[in-house]
């Protein structure tokens, strides 16, 4: 793969399926630049690993976006692949939704991801980079109150789509992963269940996904990579499943 000395930013990468991207980045070569709001994990995860910097960033934050743009240039000069990895979600009932609920949720899902694209634009023109958006199989997979966090992923799909046709001229390549259950903390820390809330979830997925498992981490994180590597240079405008046939169910 052609990744040795690529610089890459991956927000949300303290934890779950952006650490484990950056990791994959990291063994490969690569600069790289995780986000993230807890200072401390980011610096155990900058000891761990020479090659991954962290900065202190919210995603959701409209003035975050050009600081990260701005943090990858400092240190490495460029940019040449950018991950869309932060995620938002909390499970309402529709009569309960407010404009705050919303707001939480598109801010780091949807508008975040657009805003840092945008900024990303002039930089990955130069290197011929690439976006890799992650997204979810709730994008397709319909799920009683959890309308807001599914239309927001199927949001970040249609996006990735149109940027893929805006971009293209630009020689940058846009596309998407869309995870499946995977074993992180997401249900618990990012969505707020209680650990019985999440245990039984957790067991539910599991009786119907096809394989018969919750993915890992780096099930997605090496699709990441791949769409990232100049070797998918003719890929642009997709969006993979990586869910174990959980969508199909």
């Known amino acids: 793969m052609r990744i040795r000395d690529r610089v890459v930013i991956v927000t949300g ?3 779950g399926i952006g650490l484990a991207t950056a990791r994959a980045f990291a063994q490969m070569s690569a600069h790289v630049l995780i986000t993230g709001r807890r200072a401390a994990r980011l610096v155990e995860v900058e000891r761990e690993n020479p090659r991954i910097r962290g900065l202190v960033a919210d995603v959701g934050d409209g003035r975050d976006a050009a600081r990260t743009i701005e943090k990858a240039l400092d240190l490495w000069g460029g940019i040449d692949v950018l991950v869309n990895n932060a995620g938002a979600g909390a499970p309402l009932a ?6 705050e609920h919303l707001e939480s949720i598109y801010a780091v899902n949807v508008i975040g991801p657009t805003r840092l694209a945008a900024a990303a634009v002039p930089y990955l023109a130069e290197s011929r980079g690439s976006i890799v958006n992650v997204s979810s199989s709730l994008a397709t997979k319909a799920v009683a109150r959890f309308s807001s966090y599914c239309a927001s992923k199927a949001a970040i799909e249609h996006l990735t789509r149109c940027w893929a046709l805006e971009l293209a001229p630009q020689g940058i390549r846009v596309n998407a992963v869309a ?6 903390d997401f249900l618990q820390e990012r969505m707020g269940l209680s650990q019985e809330q999440a245990d039984a979830v957790r ?23 791949s769409l990232a590597d100049r070797d998918s240079d003719w890929v642009t405008g997709q969006v993979f499943r990586i869910d174990g046939g959980f969508a199909l169910v």
């Open 13 to 15: 990468g303290a934890a």
């Open 179 to 184: 995870a499946g259950p995977v074993e992180t």
């Open 203 to 225: 067991a539910q997925e599991r009786s119907v996904i096809p394989l018969g498992r919750r993915g890992v981490p780096e099930e997605v994180s090496r699709w990441i990579v």
């Open 94 to 99: 529709l009569v309960d939704t407010t404009p």
